[in-house]
């Protein structure tokens, strides 16, 4: 039997994390039949993050990864036939949500001291009581250091404001006149997209990544169709 291995739900969100909530949706909307396993600490994965896939015995680590497999199984029904153009511009989305739309969401929820609470309660639950801040803390000086290597983490908040609406301006404009983020038809890619949409907008409480993006009806109504034409809900 498949095994998909997730983080947990958290936050309001049917799972915590974007990447896990994209692979469960395409095994779902493939059809594909698997035992969905809940694992708390992604120290314990084979590269030290969530999702992976468990088959014949291999382990496929990162939700694209296991796109490909996923893709090679259904005799390309994931990527529904799209041009090597149209799979440009699906890539091109990809990069945007995945690796920085991302981590704008991330600094959301473990930079901002309001909202940290809910990092420690929402992500740091099996850590036994007497640590579990402790371990929290020291796990936001990672954050912390990843974003500034990424970039984000050296602008104020107004510039990461600014960055933010660019990125959802521009998925806004093409699922507002194309429905899809390529190809006219519900692919992959609209997965990626719709799912990294619901970790920013169904995240509860709202951080300020939220707030804004919701500010988008265009992005709330793609999201919801998504979903709907998926059959799996972010919530
Ligand atoms: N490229 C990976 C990214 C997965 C990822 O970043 N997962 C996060 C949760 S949203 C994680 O496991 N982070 C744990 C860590 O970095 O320690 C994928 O697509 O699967």
Redesign the pocket.
Known sequence: MIQLVT?PPAFGLRNV???CLKAEMAMKYLGVEFEHVIEQD?RKTPK????YMVIEGEKIA???LIFEKLNEMSQGKLYGDLTPQEKAVGFAFTRLA?DHLYWLMVGSRWLDDDWFPNVVSGFFGFVPGFIREFAARSAQKGVRATLHLHGLGRHTHEEQEGFLRRDLESIADVVSAENYIVGGRLTAFDFVVADMLSGLMDNEPATWVSEIANGYPALRHYLERIQSEAGVSGK
């Open positions: 983080l994390s974007p990447f992604p030290g993050k969530l999702p990162d939700s694209e995945e």
